[in-house]
């Protein structure tokens, strides 16, 4: 089982989305935002303090929290 | 007459296009969540309705839900889809969910002008065959494709095609086929088309079920089945399948119908904006510009200037006046009452012409996004997020919008704690009171003016302490927020948003303000039994402030004179200078504060309670009595107690 998340990726790295692990109302959130399974996701940046996340998706930037990144698992590549 | 709705994600230009074609002003701005209120407006006789962006139909926060309520509820006799172009793949997943409402409809492909720069094709007619819907391409910031968009809202208003729904993959479609022969679907409202009652039911989706009756038990269990069932077959759940299909959608319909010129890794100023050290300085020094520009150059220059021009002008009238036998009760009137009251408004007019002007500046090239989210980290710790820090922004201009703007944080305890918080971010209309104290006490203590908004910043910080300390169901919150594409701002929308702040600005020294200017000096010119009196403090206003003084006292401004005005500035926070000005009638603030009590008198203005428009926004925001006058209770007690330490401590001070 691999459990590697959006979170540990690198600046600069991008991964693909396996599932999403976070509370029902997070997770439509999320999906929504248009992280669906098979997406790739690649980390911008991180904030001053490390936290949050800006990722691209889809062609389009948006800055998620540690906690969200965390609940975005990734396909082994 | 036909309703028109612009419906589309936040940030793809729908206020825009409606402060185009109608003859309304909507706010315009480069972040997520700008318009929290629908607005209707006139574009040739038909009622046009500009909506907050939404992502999907599945709504999260008041004005998302504001929207969707709006779309299905008020059966719009058509919809405006509008898509940001360079953008297509995300905005057609709400285009799957809106075509499924059954309403005539158009897309607007807008930002045009982006597409050729990024090198990016749309095969219009491919588009429109999609959703057999008509596609018009425009760019509503230069103006371009209106007319055809016209043509087009003509055409399908007398047409009323109805758009086509697109397939989803057959296990979820023949579930779907089968709900809406059910029985139940007919307890449905008549304006919601069947199958989109059919996918809500399916997903479970609360806002629906509420306006169904109770579900029938067999319906209840074949439910069960075959969500059991679904989700088997696409191992994942319900919600998620039917998002996973949407996508899908739109992912075959964006390769189909788009040309892309494979992206190139430009330089963006996020390189240096967002960069790891350099970002909060920036901040700082963006927000300092923001205040130096407006309120020490331009106010320093403009102030006296008009302050001079008020002061002849007022002289050469009293003579003007005397010597065509005006009686003196009505000069006095217009010079002292009048003149003196709103002139000493009128002054601040240039400098937050400037501020509101920068103000929309900041909001319209995506920075406040930017903003958020180098601040999220720090604002969490005060029990706030990231999007809590665009009201701070636009607070210092003015707190109504600010506390409007709330409406984007979909937590409610964070809302709640930053509707609180923002009224401590000094508005642009306690300036003038700010300034007056200042100059006259502390004339060369350039640093006072920013620690002014430096109080504020810590009164937020206590009591986001305090929150933190007291809240006993800490929870984690998500933090999700586009960060747009950086723009240049129009000039016809930064005009249009300076200006409509800035009216708001003369429009009350013209109401309000020479209403109680005039008030003012009636009552601090006559005493009880109407007879008019030469010694002020024998006057009627004297008598009122006197009885409220005692309060003040403990904090170092207990004469009448600043009791009266503390009780004008409820009702708008510039008419305190105005009672001042006329109260002391020519006599030097210097007469009424010593230098402790008069920054006490500005401090307990900073952290008191808003002015009255400000306090029905924060009613109207709470929606809850009770939490309401706490809040309010709240503010008041913090700085009384505040400002009582710090004039105790200044008066060993100073």
Known sequence: MNNKTVEHLNVGESGTISTIKAPKAIKRRLMDMGFTKGISVNVVKRAPMGDPIEVSLRGYNLCIRKEQAQDLLLKEN | ?654
């Open chain 2, 1 to 654: 007459m036909a309703t028109i709705c612009l419906v589309g994600n936040p940030n793809c230009g729908k206020s825009t296009l409606f402060n185009k074609v109608t003859n309304t002003i909507a706010h315009v701005g480069n972040w997520a969540g700008v318009t929290v209120e629908e607005k209707a407006g006139d574009w040739d006789g038909n009622k046009t309705l500009d909506l907050p962006g939404i992502y999907s139909l599945s709504p999260y926060s008041p004005e998302e839900t504001l929207s969707r309520r709006f779309i299905l509820d008020s059966e719009p006799d058509l919809i405006i889809d509008v898509i940001d172009a360079t953008n297509l793949e995300r905005s057609l997943y709400l285009t799957t969910q809106l075509v499924e409402l059954g309403r005539p409809m158009i897309l607007a492909l807008n930002m045009q002008d982006l597409l050729r720069k990024e090198g990016i094709k749309i095969d219009q007619k491919q588009l429109s065959k999609m959703f057999n819907i008509p596609v018009v391409n425009i760019s509503a910031s230069k103006g371009t494709g209106i007319e055809e968009l016209k043509i087009a809202v003509d055409k399908i208003l007398s047409d009323k095609v109805i758009p086509s729904c697109p397939i989803f993959a057959p296990p979820l479609e023949k579930v779907i086929t089968e709900l809406i022969e059910d029985d139940f679907m007919h307890h449905a409202p008549q304006a919601y088309p069947r199958r989109w009652c059919a996918i809500k039911l399916l997903e479970k989706d609360e806002l629906f079920l509420t306006r169904m009756p109770q579900i029938p038990e067999k319906l209840q269990a074949h439910l069960a089945q075959e969500t059991k069932n679904l989700e088997k077959i696409f191992d994942d759940d319900i919600d998620a399948i039917v998002i996973d299909q949407r996508y899908h959608i739109a992912e075959d319909i964006t390769r189909i119908c788009e040309v892309k010129a494979s992206p190139v890794k430009k330089f963006t100023i996020d390189t240096i904006v967002t960069n790891k050290f350099l970002a909060i300085p920036i901040f700082v020094l963006v927000m300092g510009l923001v205040f130096y520009l407006s309120i020490s150059l331009v106010g320093g220059l403009t102030t006296p200037l008009i302050e001079q021009s008020i002061a002849s002008s007022s002289s050469f009238l009293h003579i003007f006046l005397d010597s065509f036998g005006v009686l003196p009760f009505l000069s006095d009137m217009l010079i002292d009452g009048i003149i003196s009251g709103v002139g000493a408004v009128l002054t601040f007019l240039p400098q937050l012409f400037v501020l509101f002007a920068l103000l929309s500046i900041l909001e319209d090239c995506g920075y406040m996004s930017r903003i958020a989210f180098i601040m999220d980290r720090a604002m969490r710790a005060l029990g706030l997020s990231g999007k809590s820090i665009i009201p701070l922004v636009i607070g210092t201009g003015c707190s109504v919008p600010a506390i409007m703007s709330t409406r984007t944080i979909e937590h409610p305890k964070m809302r709640k704690l930053t509707i609180l918080v923002t009224p401590f971010i000094p508005c642009g209309a306690k300036l003038p009171i700010f300034s007056l104290i200042i100059a006259s006490f502390f004339p060369t203590a350039w640093y006072l003016a920013p620690m002014m908004y430096f109080i504020g910043i810590i009164a937020i910080t206590v009591t986001g302490i305090i929150s933190q300390l007291t809240d006993r169901h800490k929870e984690s919150n998500a933090f999700i927020l586009e960060l747009p594409r950086y723009q240049v701002p129009t000039w016809r929308n930064t005009w249009l948003q300076t200006w409509d702040r800035t009216r708001g600005f003369v429009v009350k020294a013209g109401t309000t303000i020479l209403l109680a200017s005039i008030i003012i000096w009636f009552f601090s010119n006559f005493n009880v039994r109407l007879q008019s009196v030469s010694d002020p403090t024998e006057s009627m206003l004297a008598l009122l402030g006197r009885f409220i003084a005692p309060i003040f006292r403990p904090l170092g401004f207990g004469s009448w004179q600043a009791s009266v005005a503390l009780l004008t500035g409820i009702a708008a926070k510039e008419s305190i200078v105005s009672t001042l000005s006329v109260a002391l009638q020519g006599a030097s603030v210097t007469t009424l504060f010593t230098k402790a009590s008069g920054f006490a008198f500005i401090m307990f203005i900073l952290l008191s309670s808003p002015c009255i428009a400000a306090l029905s926004a924060m009613a109207s925001e709470y929606k809850d009595r009770k939490v309401f006058w706490g809040a309010l209770a709240y503010q008041m007690t913090l700085a009384y107690v505040s400002t009582f330490i710090v004039y105790r401590i200044l008066l060993g001070v100073l």
